[in-house]
């Protein structure tokens, strides 16, 4: 996805600066997972899962290079100066013509931008390109006991359509339910 970067402004009045990334950003992409991955359980790994060697940034270089030249594919990236602060990936879910009206998207948002109202602001910007690729239908999943996401994606008009039972096994040895969610756009 290219898409001109453009400048946005939290509820703080703070102006940050709205991207899709390429593989120029492999290392401040990983930098931003790690950090958002050690600051909750919410994510689908652990921050020390979240590899940073030169292995690592030359293999997300060659996957964000990927959505970054896919029309239909990408990354939005939400930057305060040098730093990602929030971030938002639309995938397409299958390659398929069974399959090609239907495209997931996750979300996160460093934790001390929270209530800045940036999950929204990412939310609407992947659901415009959403419509203007041509998906019919956006998918998600989020731990059952994330409600802060939950209420952002029911107030953006998605749905509960399932329920994977004990999904996540957290280091502790307790289970989340993994609820799904989509939207008809």
Not at 37 to 50: I, K, L, P, Q
Request: hydrophobic share 35%.
């Amino acid at each position: 996805m290219h898409f001109e970067a453009e400048i946005i402004t939290c509820k703080s009045g703070k102006e940050l600066r709205i991207v899709s990334i390429g593989p120029d950003y492999a290392e401040q992409f990983l930098d931003f997972m790690h950090q958002v991955s050690n600051d909750t359980h919410f994510m689908s790994r652990y921050g020390n899962e979240v590899g940073q060697t030169e292995k690592d940034i030359l293999a997300e270089r060659e996957r964000l290079n990927g959505l970054f030249e896919d029309n239909r594919q990408g990354m939005l990236s939400i930057f305060d100066g040098n730093r990602i602060i929030g971030n938002i990936v639309i995938r397409n879910v299958g390659k398929g013509r069974k399959t090609k009206h239907r495209c997931s998207i996750g979300l996160a948002v460093r934790k001390e931008y929270h209530g800045e109202g940036l999950g929204t602001i990412l939310m609407e910007y992947a659901i415009k390109f959403a419509k203007t690729a041509g998906y019919q239908y956006i998918e998600l999943g989020v731990f059952s006991d994330n409600k802060t996401a939950q209420g952002l994606y029911k107030k953006m008009g998605f749905e509960e359509w399932g329920r994977l039972p004990n999904a996540f096994i957290l280091d502790d040895g307790s289970t989340l339910d993994e609820i799904t969610m989509y939207k008809a756009i």
